[in-house]
């Protein structure tokens, strides 16, 4: 198969240390990972992009507490939005953040099931 052709694949493999701002950026989006109901939507949007109305139905939570949550994930730029005729649809932005919810609760898993580690 001609290199052009050639599917690429997300590199997990960073040859140099990360520096202070890298840290802190990571600090930062980890940090909108703790909270359960901000992960809960970004496994959802993980899932599909999706309005407020469909993440209330789905996550339990009041309208009120997904629109603040969902206003934090935008400014720190982990979700974006796009207007579909009077609908607001939230989506994350990038695979990147996709593999990281994903990767973090299929972690937990282990720790829940008791399912033994794998690579």
């Given at each position: 198969?001609?290199?052009?052709?050639?599917?690429?694949?997300?590199?997990?493999?960073?040859?140099?240390?990360?520096?202070?701002?890298?840290?802190?950026?990571?600090t930062?989006?980890?940090?909108?990972?703790?909270?359960?109901?901000?992960l809960?939507?970004?496994?959802?949007?993980?899932?599909?992009?999706?309005?407020?109305?469909?993440?209330?139905?789905?996550?339990?939570?009041?309208?009120?507490?997904?629109?603040?949550?969902?206003?934090?994930?935008?400014?720190?730029?982990?979700?974006?939005?796009?207007?579909?005729s009077?609908?607001?649809?939230?989506?994350?932005?990038?695979?990147?953040?996709?593999?990281?919810?994903?990767?973090?609760?299929?972690?937990?898993?282990?720790?829940?099931?008791?399912?033994?580690?794998?690579?």
């Amino acid at each position: 198969m001609k290199d052009a052709q050639r599917i690429p694949v997300p590199s997990l493999h960073h040859p140099e240390a990360p520096d202070s701002r890298r840290l802190e950026a990571a600090t930062a989006t980890f940090r909108m990972l703790s909270d359960p109901t901000r992960l809960h939507l970004l496994w959802l949007l993980a899932l599909e992009p999706s309005d407020v109305g469909t993440l209330v139905e789905q996550t339990g939570a009041s309208r009120t507490s997904v629109s603040q949550h969902l206003a934090k994930l935008r400014f720190s730029g982990l979700v974006t939005t796009q207007k579909h005729s009077r609908h607001v649809i939230y989506s994350l932005t990038d695979g990147h953040l996709t593999r990281l919810v994903m990767e973090g609760l299929n972690h937990n898993d282990h720790e829940v099931t008791g399912e033994p580690s794998h690579d």
